[in-house]
């Protein structure tokens, strides 16, 4: 690929890091572990753009027919959709064929592409009306045979929750097959796309009102962070995401400040996904409640944000035991955790309202956002102190490194406000969902609220110190400019001084006698030097001459 090529595509490209030292990759990173839409990964459209048939399609067979039965199933049911009046499903056969965003093909090997397709990390949880049971899942056939779940023993099921961390094409067609799951949950949940381009064949197009609220599934998208030390750990970092089969991607934030953050250090922020989807049923259907969680990975180079945030429980008395925790870092392990600690009045929502078993992980996003709003706090308050003391930026000639901060941050907040409100008018507030007859979610309205309400507060503080930084600047530059005014005064002055005594000078330089020169120095003193004097007078009084002649000449 020429540099001309990657130029083209830079829209489309994460923003370097300022360091000309430092590399988004470290050296002799594989591969399948680069991002898509990079330097390194380059043109993404090799796959075809939208209005092009699919290479990916062309290229990658389906697996061949077993006893004439076919092994995709799911698979060949998502071709027929996009063949006939679901076109955006297009890219859900891709990802399925690659088994990860379609435009990695061509760093993918057959045994990574097999590795991915393969890969299965699922925690079946049943609930009894006493307890839960956990089952893990780490393959395909494991899976299968769980789907769907039924009562065993003398213990009746009340609901059932398949939490998949990841996804993969085994766990799509195992799932989506079994439990005849609308492709659509499938196809929100592999991307994280904030804007598109007209060619881009990863466009999700929003349904109608009317039509999402029909569904049985819901998406919420939220921003994770995490700190790390230093740029190899960022890197490293990276190139975890690029092991994700999901398409999830590491900005960093760029908002070092000096004295205040290790060198080299960085917090890195993570727009992610949950996704939950609940199998519809008739009113008098008795069988249990059957829902699907699908989580994100969780990166496990760098740290937690300020150490994660605290247990929703109260904490034990003195005299009582403190129960174990599972490892912090681990959104699956937290969330699964969560579930299998709800309290009995929530399982027992469950029939009535099968959006109780969600409330739990939302509980982890709000967690999240609070940490995100603590955060972008901190940064603006360091942004206001680096503009009233001009010690803190001491290293730069002007303000243009904290405008730039600045530029990140009201990029930022209306993306942030958007995936917010998006989780109260499209979840929380929600009416009509599955055959829920209350609404568990409403509980958390509030939350939401006051992240909602947190985000404008502080959009509009970053338009504020916008305001500032730009006036401030406006400041320096116009003493910037009075200086080199007064600059160019003097040399105006300098100039006036020496161009009269050059035009005197070449006048009497006519003369060709040397011997006469004695008595022309005086002549010339005599006439340069109040020829000087009145130059010097008019170009100082100028503007008052002027003014003069315009008065006497009306």
């Known amino acids: 690929m020429t540099a001309a090529n990657v130029r083209k595509w830079q829209p489309y490209m994460p923003r370097k890091i300022k360091d000309s030292s430092s590399q988004s990759y470290p050296p002799g990173t594989p591969r399948p572990l680069i991002l898509p839409h990079t330097e390194e990964a380059g043109d993404p459209y090799y796959i075809g753009d939208i209005y092009q048939q699919s290479q990916v399609r062309l290229q990658l067979s389906k697996p061949a027919l077993n006893n004439g039965a076919s092994l995709t199933p799911y698979l060949d049911h998502i071709d027929r959709l996009t063949d006939n009046g679901w076109p955006q499903l297009r890219y859900l056969a891709d990802w399925m064929r690659v088994t990860t965003a379609p435009p ?188 699907v969680l699908l ?71 709000c967690a999240e956002w609070q940490t995100l709003l603590r955060y972008s706090n901190t940064r603006l308050s360091q942004l206001e102190w680096e503009i009233e003391d001009p010690n803190l930026r001491h290293l730069q000639e002007d303000l243009s490194t904290t405008l730039d901060k600045i530029h990140t941050w009201r990029r930022r907040f209306p993306i942030y406000k958007t995936l917010v409100s998006e989780v109260l008018t499209k979840v929380i507030r929600r009416d009509h969902f599955a055959y829920a007859s209350t609404n568990s979610l409403l509980l958390l309205e509030q939350d939401f609220e006051i992240v909602l309400e947190e985000l404008n507060r502080l959009h509009e503080r970053a338009e504020r110190i916008m305001a500032v930084v730009t006036a401030v600047m406006s400041i320096e530059e116009s003493k910037k400019a009075l200086q080199q005014n007064r600059s160019l005064a003097r040399l105006t002055y300098l100039a006036v001084t020496f161009v009269p005594l050059s035009f005197v000078s070449s006048f009497f330089s006519m003369n060709e006698d040397v011997t006469k020169l004695g008595r022309t120095f005086w002549i010339y003193a005599a006439v340069a030097i109040p020829v000087t004097l009145l130059a010097l007078v008019v170009v100082r009084f100028s503007d008052t001459v002027v003014n003069l002649s315009r008065r006497f000449l009306r």
Not at 332 to 354: G, R, S
């Open 295 to 365: 989580l994100d990975p969780s990166l496990t180079e760098g740290f937690p944000l300020w150490g994660d945030y605290n247990d929703f429980s109260a904490c034990p008395s003195i005299a009582d035991a403190v129960p174990p925790r599972p490892p912090r870092g681990s959104i699956f392990e937290n969330i699964t955790y969560q579930l299998q600690n709800m309290p009995a009045q929530d399982v027992e929502k469950i029939t009535q309202d099968p959006r109780a078993l969600f409330q739990r992980p939302l509980y982890v996003v």
């Open 104 to 291: 990695k093909l061509k760093l993918l090997s057959q045994e990574d592409k097999t590795e991915r397709a393969s890969r299965i990390k699922v925690a079946l949880l049943a609930f009894d009306a006493v307890s839960v049971t956990r089952h893990d899942v780490s393959t395909a056939e494991q899976l299968a045979s769980l789907c769907p779940p039924s009562s065993t023993g003398s213990k009746e099921l009340v609901s059932c929750l398949f939490v998949v961390e990841d996804l993969s094409r085994d766990v799509i067609e195992t799932l989506g097959s079994h439990l005849d799951i609308d492709p659509m949950f499938f196809r929100g949940h592999i991307s994280d796309y904030t804007w598109y381009n007209t060619r881009d064949p990863w466009i999700e197009l929003p349904d109608i009102d009317l039509v999402s609220r029909n569904r049985s599934f819901c998406h919420v998208r939220y921003s994770s962070t995490r700190y790390f030390r230093d740029r190899t750990s960022y890197s490293l970092a990276r190139v975890e995401a690029g092991g994700f089969n999901v398409l999830r991607r590491i900005d960093r934030d760029g908002n070092w400040v000096a004295g205040a953050d290790i060198p080299d250090s960085a917090v890195g922020t993570v727009r992610s996904k949950m996704s939950y989807w609940v199998r519809p049923r008739k009113a008098k259907d008795s069988d249990p409640v059957i829902a």
